[in-house]
């Protein structure tokens, strides 16, 4: 899923852009659901990751990757901002945004993965 460890930057960039594409993911799912009676949104539990990525890095050895931690992501139900007659909790607005907003940072963390493999390279010869 991710890349080799190569350096704690570079394994932290490579999980950061696994997060993103996995929040991708449940956003699609979520805009896929839209018209499901029933439904209700999903999203990825950050603070549940962050804590448990955060007892990681104080306990383990430097040399684990961080990818290590994205299988603890969990998908959760969304608080619902309103609920449709059918029962449906998406808010394709809302989505959109997410999705949006997930395409950007993801992008901006291949761009800095691609700096920092360009510096690795560069320190290589």
């Known amino acids: 899923m991710g890349l080799p ?4 930057m570079t394994s932290l960039l490579s ?3 696994d997060v993103q594409s996995r929040r991708s993911e449940v ?3 979520n805009l896929a659901n839209v018209d499901t009676p029933g439904y209700v949104a999903k999203e990825l539990n950050f603070a549940d990751f962050l804590r ?3 007892q990681e890095s104080l306990t383990t ?3 684990q990757s961080p990818s290590a931690g994205i299988s603890s ?3 959760v139900e969304q608080q619902p901002t309103a609920v449709g007659l059918d029962g449906n909790t998406v808010d394709a607005g809302r989505e959109m945004s997410t999705l ?3 395409g ?3 992008l901006e963390g291949t761009q800095l993965l691609q700096m920092r493999l360009r510096t690795l390279r560069s320190a290589i010869r």
């Open 100 to 102: 949006a907003e997930a």
């Open 27 to 29: 956003v699609a799912g």
């Open 73 to 75: 992501l969990q998908i």
């Open 15 to 17: 999980t950061f852009l």
């Open 5 to 8: 460890a190569i350096d704690n």
């Open 104 to 106: 950007m940072k993801y």
């Open 61 to 63: 050895v430097t040399t």
């Open 52 to 54: 448990n990525a955060a």
